[in-house]
T-cell receptor
């Protein structure tokens, strides 16, 4: 199994509060991704990183920001959480970016915004 | 943009039954195709993949063939087990920009196998 951990695994927070989720990898992979999983939608890409300090937006990036100061860590921040951001968040990594390259997923963080 | 459509779930089968989960896709290019599986409380694991037309991916008794003519990648298994109960996701690779690839997922199909 790829060495990917996410923290926290579960979080309950209130509307309007900031929240930061952490993804940590031990594989030294260049690419890291944040997805959210919602019923009826599968997983959708929020943001991704193609190197240290290099990040870009995915299809559902509104209300989220990311940072990557080290190869192994990719942080997802909800600046002011809303109930629509209640979801399960998955981090993924890949060694390279070929179309056939496998993305490896972390265990997920279940976030509830009240 | 690119998209993936999976058969509606949930799907309930008896042990040793034959399984098919349909997956069709829409893409402008020639993406790679994937099946991922999510067991309860866990993240997604790659089950199998195919990178070009007519390729067959296989793993743990599951198979799927990349059919360009029908834009399909149906998942099959000849004899399912209780341990196959999980959510299955079909996905394709798409360019995300900056040289990265993103996965575009179907909505997932929950499979339950009864003993």
């Amino acid at each position: 199994d790829a060495g990917i951990t996410q923290s926290p695994r579960h979080k309950v927070t209130e509307t309007g509060t900031p929240v930061t989720l952490r993804c940590h990898q031990t594989e030294n992979h260049r690419y890291m991704y944040w997805y959210r999983q919602d019923p009826g939608h599968g997983l959708r890409l929020i943001h991704y990183s193609y190197g240290v300090k290099d990040t870009d937006k995915g299809e559902v990036s509104d209300g989220y920001s990311v940072s990557r100061s080290k190869t192994e860590d990719f942080l997802l921040t909800l600046e002011s959480a809303t109930s629509s951001q209640t979801s399960v968040y998955f981090c993924a990594i890949s060694e390279s970016a070929g179309a056939a390259d496998t993305q490896y997923f972390g265990p997920g963080t279940r976030l509830t915004v009240l | 943009g690119d998209s993936v459509t999976q058969m509606e779930g949930p799907v309930t089968l008896s042990e040793e039954a034959f399984l098919t989960i349909n997956c069709t896709y829409t893409a402008t290019g020639y993406p790679s195709l994937f099946w991922y599986v999510q067991y309860p409380g866990e993240g997604l694991q790659l089950l199998l993949k195919a990178t070009k037309a007519d390729d067959k991916g296989s793993n743990k008794g599951f198979e799927a063939t990349y059919r360009k003519e029908t834009t399909s990648f149906h998942l099959e298994k000849g004899s399912v087990q209780v341990s196959d109960s999980a959510v299955y996701f079909c996905a394709l690779s798409d360019r995300a920009g900056q040289g990265a690839q993103k996965l575009v997922f179907g909505q997932g199909t929950r499979l339950t196998i009864n003993p």
